[in-house]
Every structure is written in structure tokens, then in C-alpha cells.
């Protein structure tokens, strides 16, 4: 199993007890003293801090990892020692003062039982095994990155997977993954590592699969040239709010990297790389669970739209539980 090595453990102040609590997702400070916390039931006000202890903890929690904010930089997305997500900003990008989250790293694996049982599951297993390129969907918080990590994790011992992130959060438990990590340009002058970059770069490392934790921009096109380069088996993530709306937010990152390509030869390039888009949200008691399984087929429709496939999709009862059919 590949395991996370966390040079010591930050001390999180005023924070600490909702760090302790194995039900907190995620914790929220907004306008310098309002506490958040996420748990499994949803957000819930979680107290208070003083006066300047959010700037203070901030300082402090950023000061062994090398990263800072300040006036010429106030905003940071960074990776904690223990594993843990910070996003924060301060004024004048937060006009009322510094907001910042603090995304939880749990230790816990969570396999593909964790979000559809049954012959989806199989389904899942299969199209990983099978080397089908793969992207997760899903809007904030619908647990796409989890799921990401599980399926990655089902590749094969002897597969070689390089997994490529602008924040790691990925955990995927296999024994050969190597993590790759993208770096912005610094006021002192140091030069921006993108995720376009590291896709390139990532393809002279000899994988069998690239893992992009999320696409959001021009490196999707990096992504899709991989796919269709004889990296079978890739998998990636994107914000979106349905299977083919996927397809759609893709078509708008492509086309930032090839702005003179026509929308059908972008079409046909995603096509042509996207074999399966897993569509997973959040149910009404706070759980995650895939919603949709769409199969891309290789070629457009003679109307020049994707020709898609349901392999399995969902049902909500009454009682708000989620039921898969195929």
C-alpha cells in the first residue's frame, strides 16, 4: 500500500476539537471569527474564534510548509503536513475579513462498496479492469475525489500509475503510484509548474495509467492526447452537473488550449478519449452515491452530438434513499 509520510502534525488552536472529531469533513472560518463545520448530516455553526486567531493560526499552519499570504498574494491553496486541504483569503480578494477552510484528510480508504453496491459496483470494477479512460463528475462535495482514489486503486499490482494533482488529496491505495504535484509562481520569482506541464511530464515517466485529480482548464486537452496516445485506463475528475454536462465543461477546457479547433473536432477528440463519465452526488442524509454510468461511444451522431449510452443510473423513491437500476 502506498502510505502518506507527514513530516510532524499541525497544531490547529482554537480548531483542535473539530480536528479531533473523526465527523467533520470539513471546517469553515468566515469574515475572520465565524466557525463552520461539515459533518455526514451537512453544515452545522460550529462557535467561534477571537479576534485575530484565524490570521494567527493561518500564519502558523503555512509557516513549515513554505507557503505564505500576504497583501501581494492573499489567497493560498495548500497541502497541510498531515495531509489536510487549506483554501483561504484574505482582504482585499475577502472584503470582510479572512475566510479559510480547512478540507480533512481522512486515513480511511473507502473502497467502490462506498458508493454503489451490486451489479454497479461489478459494472465499476469492470470498465477499470477493462482499461476504460474514465472521468468522475460531480458539483462540490459529491465525494469525487474519493471515488477517483477507489477506482484507481483497482488497477492492477503490476500497473504503474502516476497521479497528478494542483493540491494532492488523492489516497489511492496500491503498491506502484507515484504523485506528482503542480506549483503557482511566487512574488520571489519562482516559475509556475502547471498541470499542463505536468502531464507532459508525466508521460516520459514510463505510466501505465495517468491519474489527474481534476480538470479545469487547458490541461484537459493534455489530458485527452494521453487517452488517445495509448494510456488506456487514465482517469480524471471534473465539476459538473450531470454525465453530459461533463462533456460539455470538457468541450470549454479543450477548447482554451485549441482555441481555432471547430466544436467538432473537439467533440470528436473527447469522444474518441472519454470511454465512461461516472456522475456521483450527495443524498438528501448527507451520503454519496454514484447517480449515473454513461458509456461514450467513439464516434459522433450524424447530428455531430456524442453518442451515449446509460449503463446505470438512479432512482429516488419517496423515502430520499437512492436506488441503482440497470
Known amino acids: ?18 480536528v479531533n472529531d473523526p465527523d467533520v469533513k470539513e471546517i469553515i472560518v468566515n469574515n475572520n471569527t465565524e ?45 497541510l503536513s498531515d495531509g489536510s486541504r487549506l483554501c483561504a483569503a484574505i482582504p482585499p480578494v475577502s472584503p470582510y475579513g479572512l475566510c479559510l477552510t480547512i478540507r480533512r484528510f481522512s486515513s480511511r480508504a473507502l473502497g467502490i462498496s462506498s458508493f454503489a453496491g451490486g451489479r454497479v459496483a461489478d459494472l465499476l470494477h469492470s470498465v477499470v ?15 469525487k475525489t474519493t471515488l477517483l482514489s477507489a477506482l484507481a486503486g483497482e488497477a492492477l499490482a503490476n500497473e504503474r500509475l502516476v497521479v497528478l494533482e494542483d493540491t494532492n488529496e488523492l489516497a489511492v491505495t496500491h503498491p506502484h503510484v507515484v504523485y506528482l504535484e503542480s506549483r503557482p509562481s511566487s512574488a520571489e520569482g519562482i516559475s509556475e509548474i502547471s498541470l499542463s506541464h505536468l502531464v507532459r511530464h508525466a508521460l516520459r515517466l514510463r505510466p501505465d495509467r495517468l491519474i489527474v485529480g481534476e480538470v479545469r482548464g487547458p490541461e484537459a486537452f493534455d489530458m485527452l492526447q494521453a487517452m488517445n ?26 477548447l482554451q488550449a485549441t482555441p481555432n479547433w471547430p466544436l467538432s473536432a473537439v467533440r470528436s477528440y473527447i469522444s474518441s478519449a472519454i470511454d465512461i463519465v461516472v456522475f456521483v452526488e450527495r443524498c438528501p442524509q448527507g451520503s454519496r452515491r454514484v447517480a449515473q454510468i454513461v458509456e461514450i461511444g467513439d464516434n459522433l451522431t450524424t447530428h455531430g452530438t456524442y453518442s451515449t449510452s446509460v449503463l446505470a443510473h438512479s432512482l429516488h423513491p419517496s423515502n430520499g434513499e437512492l436506488a441503482l437500476v440497470m
Open 129 to 143: 479492469h477493462q482499461r476504460r479512460n474514465i472521468v468522475v463528475a460531480g458539483a462540490t462535495s459529491t465525494g
Open 1 to 18: 500500500m502506498q502510505q502518506r509520510t507527514h513530516f510532524g502534525q499541525p497544531h490547529f488552536a482554537g480548531l483542535q476539537d473539530l
Open 229 to 254: 496516445t495509448g494510456h488506456a485506463g487514465s482517469m480524471s475528475t471534473c465539476h459538473a452537473n450531470s454525465a453530459h454536462d461533463a462533456l460539455h465543461r470538457i468541450e470549454s477546457m479543450v
Open 35 to 79: 466557525v463552520w463545520a461539515e459533518r455526514t448530516s451537512g453544515l452545522e455553526r460550529a462557535g467561534s474564534l477571537a479576534p485575530g486567531e484565524a490570521a494567527a493560526l493561518l500564519e502558523r499552519l503555512l509557516a513549515p510548509i513554505g507557503r505564505r499570504i500576504d497583501l501581494s498574494s492573499p489567497v493560498v491553496d495548500a497541502r
